[in-house]
């Protein structure tokens, strides 16, 4: 199937709607994401932001239109739908380890299962991750050991084991408490300088401002605006962006 808009674009939309029950949740949303960007996600609460992750990663079903992740088209199901999640790295705002396995096994046990590698392979790949994300020394505790900003680096390191070619983050750091909500963008603006391609619901400005390519502001399940960040926060064009931004800032 032809991917639309050039061979650099990675995640498409195209006219994605989605209904809970009587609630139109997402509105004719168009949405390209090209391989090396970081797009940045931003609206108010109940605008649709997690509901669009959700679905890019098939945790949710839409109503009509279409999603395509690097030429493959959604819904996917089964093999081909397990595929498509470790394709599509996630992060939520709980930490959602595995509460019962160590840090080393929570980035390992994927790429066994999934990636099919051997664990000696799996374990090596894990501690340089670990290395990566800064938590190296914690990796035979158990996450309820670790404190919350440790916890969601150790979640985005399991993410990216699966060499996933975008990474998903929605909200990251707003379960944190605020001295560790830096260690965690940093974690994220370095995945960024390392060309990830990934798309980051936040609430975070400054991250925004200095990582993202593109702001994609939502409200009532419409993109209202994108812009380059220093369009979007030099000069909000909708009335909406306006006013969201000036009880934000
Ligand atoms: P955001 O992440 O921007 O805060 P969401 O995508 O979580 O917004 O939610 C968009 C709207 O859909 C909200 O009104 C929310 O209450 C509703 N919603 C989200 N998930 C469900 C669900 N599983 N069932 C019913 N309503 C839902
Ligand atoms: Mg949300």
Do not use: W
Request: aromatic share 4%.
């Amino acid at each position: 199937m032809p991917v639309p808009d050039g061979g650099d674009a990675l995640v498409v939309l195209e006219d994605v709607d989605k209904h809970f029950g009587a609630l139109h949740v997402l509105r004719s949303i168009d949405l390209t994401i090209h391989r090396g960007e970081v797009v940045v996600v931003i609206g108010p609460s109940g605008s649709g932001k997690s509901t669009l992750c959700r679905a890019v990663n098939r945790l949710e079903t839409i109503d009509s239109g279409r999603i395509v992740v690097d030429g493959r088209p959604l819904p996917a199901e089964g093999r081909e739908l397990a595929a498509l999640r470790a394709d599509v790295g996630m992060v939520f705002q709980s930490f959602n380890l595995f509460a019962h396995k160590t840090v080393l096994d929570n980035v390992t046990l994927g790429q066994i299962k999934v990636r099919k590698k051997d664990r000696k392979t799996a374990e090596r790949r894990a501690r340089t991750l670990l290395e990566r994300v800064g938590v190296a020394t914690q990796a035979d505790k158990y996450p309820a050991q670790l404190s919350g900003g440790q916890q969601q680096r150790v979640a985005i390191a399991r993410a990216l084991a699966m060499d996933p070619k975008v990474m998903l983050f929605d909200e990251p750091t707003s379960a944190l408490d605020p001295e560790m909500i830096n260690e965690v963008l940093e974690v994220m603006q370095q995945l960024a300088r390392d060309g990830m391609t990934m798309v980051v619901v936040t609430h975070e400005m400054g991250f925004a401002r200095s990582a993202a390519d593109r702001v994609v502001f939502m409200a009532d399940g419409r993109i209202v605006e994108q812009a380059t960040p220093e369009e979007f926060f030099g000069n909000p064009r909708s009335e909406r962006a306006r006013d969201f931004l000036s009880k934000i800032l």
